[in-house]
């Protein structure tokens, strides 16, 4: 059957056919199926080791896969080339960034985050700091995480209500319930399979897209010259005025700074990290991830050169759409929205990144609630009447369930706020900007910094976001007033580098300052196994690398983790060797 087309003025617009409606069908069909049988199969998802971190037991290339389809949102795929056909070729120098960011991630970040063997990220924060910066962290993330959630289930809702009479709203509860449904049943094994599956769709569908789209514009060479003509491609540009949208520095230095939190210390990358069998395993995930990004990356950027190429020669006319974020489905429907299935294949490209983000980002804040919220709060409870604790794993999974029901249904009704929140990729920026950067900072303080404290970090955290939410609100709100308050001109690409540059330097006077007053600070010992690994003494490194190896010998036998009874005798070892060394590790000054 062929598609209905509809003629609005000198725009065609082709609606969704039989076929498309199939393609759409078989992809949520997938996560559904993929939900389900890991929800049963081998007895189900009945502990929380199983739920949320796949009993540690991944290999590195579907580590890779689901943090790329985690990250590839559909704010990369509609925004991207939107940003690109309006405001030029910048933004290619994003891509860039990356080549600072996958290497800082695998030498610095996992090594720590791994050989704690921690569920959560923000644990780290309570080791390192205290429990007061760890619930900081953890509700600095919740809240960061649910606006993402909303903004990600929004965005392919806005591109679907472009080509078929289905309202934005019947969209979004439809994405977010089939996510709840099966990241609730089949955790993060559900997660991380489905994200597999996702990346083929989401990755074959972009060179799809291309292939056509270059094709109808002309050729590449002919793309490139439009745009080299135009002046679209200055890529190497040096202003220092912050409050220019994109420049070379603010999209190498401030990416980099803006994609950190992100892909680095964020529970959603961070659980895949510890789901990983080794610590080779995580990194060998990220190395991966250099050349899928890079490629992927360009040739989504590479659509908004094709865009502008298309719509800026005679007879074509720029389409008449309320988004800039809809220009890149305007342009699918209306050449190639007669081919079947063409226009279903890429909704369910945008189908495919929601669905992996926000399966990734409910089961990422369910690990949070439980490890960061609930069991504190309990063990808060038992010291104060006097008892022992008492952990119930199998209450806890089942718990982990019915609150994937409740975040799942708070991404909806935020999802319905994010229509007045300005441009998709603007959205994203400013809301890892304003979150992500105070949290950087506290991770960045306690794995670099051995004079760190808890007050003086836990200031810096506060200060920090309260100055991120305060710009990012303003800037919001002020739109595009000339006379506008200047801090609300700076460009969202910086975000991140100022609340991270604000919450170091509160919190390195704020640790001065405590330690001063406070003497005995400086007697505190740090655990060397919560430093980067080039400030560890060497045998703690030798030390933890074997307790990692030990440990993946123990849970292939069916052994359990490093505190649990049935641990071999290296663990054991390791276990009190590691706590002698805090014991006795010198406070250097």
């Avoid at 960011?101 to 921690?118: C, D, S």
């Avoid at 709203?169 to 049943?185: E, P």
């Avoid at 298309?310 to 800039?324: I, L, R």
Wanted: negative net charge; glycine residues 8%; charged residues 15%.
């Amino acid at each position: 059957m062929d598609n209905d087309t509809t003629d609005a003025g000198d725009e065609i617009v082709n609606y969704l056919g039989v076929l498309d409606y199939v393609i759409l069908a078989f992809v949520v069909l997938i996560a559904a199926v993929t939900g389900i049988y890991h929800g049963f199969a081998k007895g189900g998802q009945t502990t929380t080791e199983e739920f949320l971190v796949a009993d540690r037991s991944m290999f590195s290339l579907p580590i890779a896969m689901t943090l790329l389809a985690s990250f590839i949102s559909p704010i990369t795929i509609l925004g991207k080339p939107a940003e690109i056909y309006t405001y030029g070729g910048q933004y290619f120098v994003f891509i860039i960034c990356h080549l600072l960011l996958f290497p800082a991630i695998a030498f610095i970040f996992i090594p720590v985050f791994h050989g704690l063997r921690i569920t959560s990220a923000y644990e780290y924060l309570k080791l390192r700091f205290g429990l007061p910066l760890q619930i900081c962290g953890a509700g600095i993330f919740m809240l960061q995480t649910s606006f993402y959630m909303a903004i990600v289930l929004y965005s392919p809702a806005l591109a679907i209500e472009f080509v078929t009479s289905f309202g934005l709203w019947k969209t979004v509860m439809i994405g977010g319930i089939v996510c709840t449904f099966y990241t609730s049943l089949g955790g993060m094994k559900a997660v991380i399979w489905t994200d597999v599956i996702m990346f083929v769709v989401i990755f074959g569908t972009t060179v799809m897209v291309i292939v056509t789209g270059v094709v109808k514009a002309g050729g590449v060479g002919h793309v490139w010259e439009t745009n080299k003509e135009a002046g679209r491609l200055d890529l190497i540009q040096f202003p220092w005025d912050p409050t220019q949208r994109m420049t070379f520095l603010n999209l190498v230095i401030g990416g980099f700074m803006n994609s950190l939190p992100m892909w680095a210390v964020s529970q959603t990358a961070v659980q895949r990290f510890l789901a990983a069998k080794s610590i080779k395993d995580a990194q060998a995930s990220i190395w991966m991830n250099l050349p899928f990004v890079s490629l992927l990356l360009f040739l989504i950027d590479y659509e908004g050169l094709v865009l502008y190429t298309f719509y800026n020669e005679a007879p074509n006319v720029p389409p008449n759409v309320t988004k800039s974020d809809q220009i890149i489905i305007h342009f699918v429907s209306e050449q190639f929205g007669h081919v079947p299935g063409y226009q279903g294949l890429f909704i369910a490209c945008l189908w495919a990144g929601t669905l992996s983000t926000i399966s990734s980002g409910l089961n990422a804040m369910i690990a949070v609630t439980l490890e960061d919220m609930v069991k504190p709060f309990r063990r808060w409870q038992a010291n104060r009447n006097n008892t022992e604790v008492v952990e119930d794993d199998k209450s806890d999974t089942f718990k982990s369930k019915l609150l994937t029901c409740v975040y799942g249904a708070i991404s909806i009704f935020l999802a319905f706020l994010a229509a007045e929140m300005g441009t998709l990729v603007s959205m994203a920026n400013s809301v890892f900007g304003a979150a992500g950067g105070p949290l950087l900072a506290a991770f960045t303080q306690g794995m670099m910094w051995k004079r760190a404290n808890s007050a003086g970090t836990l200031a810096g955290v506060i200060v920090g976001f309260i100055f991120g939410v305060w710009i990012t609100f303003g800037a919001m709100l002020s739109g595009d007033d000339p006379d506008t308050f200047w801090l609300y001109k700076i460009s969202f690409m910086w975000y991140a580098t100022i609340t991270w540059a604000i919450s170091t330097i509160v919190s390195i006077i704020g640790s001065e300052v405590y330690r001063y007053f406070k003497p005995q600070e400086k007697e505190e010992p740090i655990d060397p196994s919560l430093l980067v690994t080039f400030l560890r003494p060497r045998d703690v490194y030798e030390t933890v690398e074997l307790a990692v190896v030990s440990n993946n010998r123990t849970n292939q036998s069916g052994g359990g983790n490093m505190e649990s009874e049935g641990e071999d005798g290296d663990l054991k070892e390791y276990t009190v060797h590691k706590r002698s060394l805090a014991q006795t590790a010198e406070n250097q000054c």
